[in-house]
């Protein structure tokens, strides 16, 4: 899921041409937000200050070259900053260093043909199961019923995929300005069981390509497989859409890349850039110190910490109370 940054209630300080914020919430973190030439970025880190494009891959650079030279003359400016190349535009094409960063893409060409020929047959079974079971799916206009509808699936658990869940518990006019954004190039899928809401889909989509900005279906409901369903209309729409390139996050083994894998979602290749703006980041580019520590392990072992992580959030949210 990709969130709007929500700002502070502090004044917003002009830094040269830039808006810089030192205090905004961006996915149950406390980061800087600089807006600079149409382009808001989230900087954050303590050691070595990295700035990432807040809405990506949503919204990339169009002129990342011009952002980069405007970036190296601001006062608040991070040590480094890094952005990807949109989906569906390769190869590499920028004069800056880059790597490759993993992403969960389904290649669409027909519903049929998804249907058919690309997912397993348990996945088409669990679509079956969902709709036997009464589910109904259909699009949705972006409302008032909407957001009450979703603010009960964020309030159902404080726990999602074994770590605290950012949005549970959040007020009602947070929620509405996290569903608000892109709306112009937005669509809304719900899943609903006896008229109540129990899983939806926001769609964003530009030049072919599209991602489900958020997916989530009520814990309670899990039998009814809200879920899969969810993705069977997605596709559908975008099939009807023409759009070429549907993305789920970042690609990952385990539990949740494995219900990727499922519907048929496949690692695609984007190139990430890391552009040094400071002699700091140019030394830490260089020893390889800018990715997290976590990210250079091999699979298994992220798996296994992972996992770890999980148990412990789900005992420590027991011994607390709280059987979400």
């Known amino acids: 899921m990709n969130m709007l940054a929500t700002a502070s209630k502090e004044e ?14 961006r996915l149950g973190r406390t980061v800087a937000l600089m807006t600079i030439d149409g382009s808001a970025i989230c900087i954050s880190g303590r050691l070595l200050k990295t700035g990432t494009v807040r809405d990506e891959p949503y919204e990339c650079p169009k002129a990342p070259e011009k952002l980069v030279e405007k970036l190296r003359q601001e006062e608040n400016k991070p040590d480094l900053f890094t952005f990807m190349q949109p989906i569906g535009d390769q190869p590499a094409r920028h004069p800056f260093y880059y790597e490759s960063e993993s992403l969960a893409v389904l290649r669409i060409t027909t519903f049929k043909d998804w249907w058919k020929n690309k ?6 079974n669990h679509i079956r199961k969902a709709q036997k079971k009464g589910v109904e799916l259909r699009q949705v206009p972006f409302n008032e019923d909407l957001v009450r509808g979703v603010k009960a699936i964020y309030d159902e658990c404080p726990l999602r995929q074994g770590k605290p869940f950012w949005h549970y518990r959040k007020d009602y006019e947070t929620v509405r300005a996290g569903l608000a954004t892109f709306l112009d190039r937005s669509d809304f899928i719900g899943a609903f069981w006896e008229g109540e ?10 030049n072919g390509v599209a991602g489900l900005m958020h997916i989530i279906s009520m814990i309670a409901h899990r039998d009814k497989a809200p879920t899969d369903a969810l ?15 549907l993305h789920y996050g970042l690609w990952s083994s385990g539990g949740f890349g494995k219900f990727k894998e499922n519907h048929s979602f496949e690692r695609h290749d984007v190139p990430r ?3 040094p703006l400071t002699a700091k980041g140019q030394l830490m580019l260089k020893l390889g110190l800018h990715r997290k520590i976590v990210d250079r392990l091999p699979p298994s072992w992220r798996q296994r910490l992972v996992s770890a992580r999980n148990s412990w959030n789900t005992f420590r949210y027991k011994q607390s109370g709280n059987d979400g």
């Open 197 to 206: 809401l129990i899983g939806f889909i926001k769609i964003t989509s530009e």
């Open 273 to 275: 850039y890391f552009v």
């Open 231 to 245: 993705i069977m209309k997605a596709v559908e729409l975008c099939a009807e859409k023409k759009i070429s390139y």
């Open 12 to 25: 917003v300080p002009i830094v040269g041409s830039a808006q810089y914020q030192r205090s905004v919430e």
């Open 119 to 124: 997912i397993r047959t348990h996945t088409r």
